[in-house]
C-alpha cells in the first residue's frame, strides 16, 4: 500500500476511499490504513464503524472486508431485489425492444431488465422469443403474435429460470438472430460476469448461437466484478446503458472499442 494524502480529505472521502479498497483488495487491516491515510488508528476504526453501518463492508478482527453485497459471490434473491432503480432498467429495456424486428427470433435471458422488455414487445409481429426464465415466459403468454419457447432443464429455486447440462443442449441446437443478456457485472478488465457457475454455462450459450449478443446493463452494474465470467468485451456487440454511467467507466468501454448506447434517464 502506497502512502496517501488524507490530511486534505474530508471524512466523507476518506471513508469512500476506504470501502474502494476493501472492494478492491478483498481485505485491509487496520495497520495498513492507518499508513496509508495517516490518521489514528481510533480514526480509522470509526470510520469502519460508519461504513459496517452503512452497509458497505464488513469489519474482522483487525480489519474489514467486503460486505455480503459486495462479495462477487453474492447474489440477491429475486424477492430481495431492489426496486430503486427501476426507472433504469425500465429506459433501457424499451430502447433494447426498439432493436427487435418483426420477424425476428430472439432470446430473453432471465432478469429484471429483459424481464421489462415485455411491455415493450406487444407490437412486433411474427416474433419468436426462446426464454429460461418462467416469470418472462408467463408474461409473453398474453402477447399476440409471438411465439414462445422455453428451454427446460433443472430449476435455480428462488430465481424462476433454468439451468444445468438438459438448458445447455437445447440452446446448442438453436440459431437466434439477437440475444438480449443481463449480467450481475461487468468490467472492461473482467468482462460480464454473474455469481452461479450453472447460470453463466447457459450464458455463454446464448452468446454462441445468437448472430448479434445485446448487453443490457444498467451503470451501476459497471465497473464491478462477480464471480464467474462468461463473455468476454469483445463478444458483445452492442452495450445498452443508461446515462448514470460515469465517463471514466464510458471512456474504458469505448476505448477498448466496444459500442455503447446511452439511454437518458432523469
Known amino acids: 500500500m502506497s502512502e496517501g494524502n488524507s490530511d486534505i480529505m474530508f471524512a466523507e472521502e476518506r471513508q469512500a476511499a476506504i470501502a474502494k479498497l476493501v472492494q478492491e483488495r478483498g481485505k485491509v487491516l487496520v495497520p495498513d490504513l492507518v499508513s496509508f491515510f495517516k490518521m489514528s488508528p481510533a480514526t480509522i476504526r470509526g470510520d469502519l464503524r460508519d461504513l459496517e453501518t452503512r452497509g458497505l463492508i464488513k469489519r474482522t478482527h483487525g480489519g474489514a472486508i467486503p460486505s455480503d453485497a459486495a462479495r462477487v459471490g453474492f447474489e440477491p434473491e429475486n424477492k430481495d431485489k431492489t426496486v430503486k432503480d427501476r426507472s433504469l432498467k425500465e429506459a433501457i429495456a424499451k430502447k433494447a425492444a426498439e432493436l427487435v424486428e418483426d420477424g425476428d427470433i430472439i432470446i430473453l435471458d432471465a432478469g429484471l431488465t429483459t424481464k421489462a422488455m415485455c411491455d415493450h414487445l406487444q407490437d412486433k409481429n411474427n416474433l419468436t422469443v426462446i426464454v429460461n426464465d418462467l416469470e418472462i415466459a408467463s408474461l409473453l403468454e398474453r402477447v399476440d403474435n409471438v411465439s414462445v419457447v422455453v428451454i427446460g432443464g433443472m430449476l435455480r429455486r428462488q430465481f424462476h429460470c433454468t439451468v444445468g447440462p438438459f438448458a445447455v443442449k437445447l440452446l446448442s441446437e438453436l440459431n437466434v438472430d439477437k440475444v438480449f443478456l443481463g449480467t450481475n457485472a461487468f ?28 448487453l443490457l446493463c444498467d451503470s451501476a ?39 455503447v448506447m446511452v439511454e437518458q434517464v432523469y
Do not use: W, Y
Open 187 to 214: 468490467s472492461v478488465r473482467k468482462g460480464c460476469t454473474t455469481p452461479d457457475m450453472n447460470q453463466a454455462e447457459v450464458k455463454r450459450t446464448m452468446i454462441r448461437i445468437a448472430t448479434q449478443s445485446v
Open 221 to 259: 452494474k459497471i465497473g464491478k466484478n462477480s464471480f464467474v465470467q462468461f463473455a468476454e468485451p469483445g463478444e458483445i456487440d452492442l452495450v445498452i446503458t443508461d446515462s448514470r454511467i460515469s465517463e471514466q467507466h464510458l471512456r474504458e468501454m469505448t476505448e477498448a472499442g466496444m459500442e
